[in-house]
């Protein structure tokens, strides 16, 4: 089974904080994304990757960046944390694009930002 | 812009009987669409993937349709049981065709079968 693992399940940081977000898979999936799940918004995607070294931007990138050094870790970073961004963050993987490849989600990382 | 609508109202059912949840999309027909499984305090777990020329799909205890027309999805739960509750997401590629995996969720539906 693909294994998605977030570093933490809680995170509490404090406003101006920089916060990083740790996402590493074990099956050589080509795919990394980043989202966000907040209460009558549903996922919302930040930012993704095809590969290594390579990012795109998602639907909400603004006040997040993103690093893939490596294949099987990809990274979120809140450069300068605020309030707005206390969420519960899922990474997902997937091999490939298309039918075949749905999305492996870790268990996220609820982060609160006071 | 493509959205998907879910009934946010959870939906509580009794032991034994079929659950049936909706999804509907109000622009473009994708090529696909996928239903994801989610506990509390868990990530999306995939359950289904239909294709637009799919009418229906089965695995087990569970059935997809998919009717362009009404750009709608249902999802069935047969002899649905405890276990079963959770929150049911579907999705479907913001590209239409199916070929990026940049995905767009529904809010979701709770589930909750009493036994």
């Known amino acids: 089974d693909v294994k998605v693992t977030q570093s933490s399940r809680y995170l509490v940081k404090r406003t101006g904080e920089k916060v990083f977000l740790e996402c590493v898979q074990d099956?050589?999936?080509?795919?990394m994304f980043w989202y966000r799940q907040d209460p009558g918004l549903g996922l919302r995607l930040i930012y993704f990757s095809y590969d290594v070294k390579m990012k795109e931007k998602g639907d909400i990138p603004e006040g997040y960046s993103v690093s893939r050094e490596k294949k099987e870790r990809f990274s979120l970073i809140l450069e300068s944390a605020s309030t707005n961004q206390t969420s519960m963050y899922l990474c997902a993987s997937s091999p490939g694009t298309g039918e075949n490849s749905p999305l492996h989600f870790g268990n996220g990382t609820r982060l609160t930002v006071t | 812009s493509q959205k998907i609508e879910q009934n946010s109202e959870a939906l509580n059912i009794q032991e034994g009987k079929t659950a049936t949840l909706t999804c509907n999309y109000t622009?473009?027909?994708?090529?696909?669409l996928q239903w994801y499984r989610q506990d509390p305090g868990r990530g999306p777990v995939f359950l289904l993937l239909i294709r637009e020329n799919e009418k229906e799909k089965r695995k087990e205890r569970l059935k997809v349709t998919f009717d362009t027309t009404l750009k709608q999805s249902l999802f069935h739960i047969t002899a649905s049981q405890p276990a079963d509750s959770a929150t049911y997401l579907c999705?479907?590629?913001?590209?239409?065709?199916?070929?990026?995996?940049?995905?767009?969720f529904g809010t979701g539906t709770l589930l909750a079968v009493q036994p």
């Open positions: 622009n473009y027909s994708p090529a696909y």
């Open positions: 099956m050589d999936h080509e795919n």
């Open positions: 999705a479907l590629d913001q590209s239409g065709g199916g070929a990026t995996n940049k995905l767009i």
